[in-house]
């Protein structure tokens, strides 16, 4: 990448990781970070950061006039069940956001990386081993807006040239900032609970599968996916990539080899659980393996050790 780098959306759980890792390959000074939300005083002196409303065009557009942006991550957007909660405020800003961001992108020649979800997929759709193209019918307002924020980037690609990617991520767990409002944060309230008090009551079913990620190997593919050679890319937008699939007794289980006296109990969330009910129990990953060699570096196993460890470190720290 030539010019800088604009990450929205990063004080959230994909931004606090995605920009440090962003700088720590293309320097700190070409790495913007953006958010509705000003950042802690420690985290302003770590490189620019530029307070940014993502559904207005002018702010956009003088952010990236003035540091010479080339490529937006836009990650601004509200989860899955906040947007099914707020329907209306979801597609002001995931569709209004990534509408305005597209055309700056257009309009100042950048490239867009935009994160599609698992949530893009519905009732409708294969479940298991579900294929990189197939049916997308999704009956969530947090669905509908990736579905068509996946068409829309398509659409900019095709008619105006501008070079739009994403992927389709999956659950994702991470030890340094928590998710919120989400289906699948479930897999990182529990291993706060169960190193707090050895105890967590789920709000899924038992039985739930879906596929998951573990933060580093997020951050890579996120990476990855923009530095990949254009002329290899036959999808660009949106890979499915996916690392593991697990139910929350399967998680606790894994838990459970670390803390043995680990308890997990169930008081399921109708809302969350017709959610997770309509989404893939597994992805099919290969076009992203083939296409620009995705592969993940974690294992449910290998995930939950350093879960526990990095987490259990930063909580004895700071409680
Ligand atoms: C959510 O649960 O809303 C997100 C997602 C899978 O897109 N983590």
Not at 74 to 84: C, I, K, P
Not at 167 to 192: K, Q
Not at 221 to 239: K, Q, Y
């Amino acid at each position: 990448m030539k010019t800088a780098i604009l990450v929205t959306g990063a004080m959230g759980q994909i931004g606090s990781e995605l920009v440090p890792a962003l700088r720590e390959c293309y320097g700190a000074d070409n790495v913007v970070a953006s958010d509705i939300r000003m950042p802690a005083k420690e985290r302003q002196t770590a490189g620019p950061f530029e307070h940014l409303d993502c559904t207005k065009m002018q702010q956009i557009r003088d952010i990236v006039r003035h540091h010479r942006i080339g490529t937006i991550y836009h990650l601004a957007a509200l989860l899955s069940a906040t947007a099914e909660e707020k329907p209306q405020a979801a597609w002001h800003l995931n569709m209004g956001g990534l509408y305005r961001m597209l055309e700056v992108a257009r309009q100042q020649g950048c490239a867009l990386f935009f994160p599609s979800s698992i949530g893009a997929f519905g009732p409708t759709t294969p479940h298991d081993n579900t294929p990189q193209d197939t049916i997308q019918r999704p009956t969530t307002m947090y669905g509908v807006t990736k579905v068509s924020a996946e068409l829309l980037c398509d659409y900019y690609a095709r008619r105006f040239g501008v070079d739009a990617r994403g992927l389709r991520l999956p659950g994702l767990i991470s030890h340094v900032a928590p998710p919120g409002g989400g289906t699948t944060d479930y897999a990182v309230e529990i291993f706060y609970q169960a190193i707090r008090y050895r105890h967590y009551t789920c709000f899924l079913k038992p039985d739930t599968r879906l596929d998951m990620m573990y933060m580093p190997d997020a951050i890579r593919a996120m990476i990855g996916v923009m530095e990949a050679d254009p002329e290899v890319l036959v999808h660009r937008n949106s890979f499915n990539v996916t690392a593991m699939s697990f139910t929350p007794e399967e998680l606790a289980a894994e838990i459970r080899k670390h803390i043995p006296d680990f308890v997990i109990d169930y008081e399921v969330d109708p809302i969350r659980q017709a959610i997770a009910d309509s989404w893939p129990r597994s992805m099919d990953d290969g076009a992203a393996r083939e296409e620009w060699g995705w592969s993940p570096g974690y294992d449910l196993a290998s995930m939950t050790e350093d879960m526990l460890n990095k987490l259990g470190y930063r909580l004895r720290q700071t409680e």
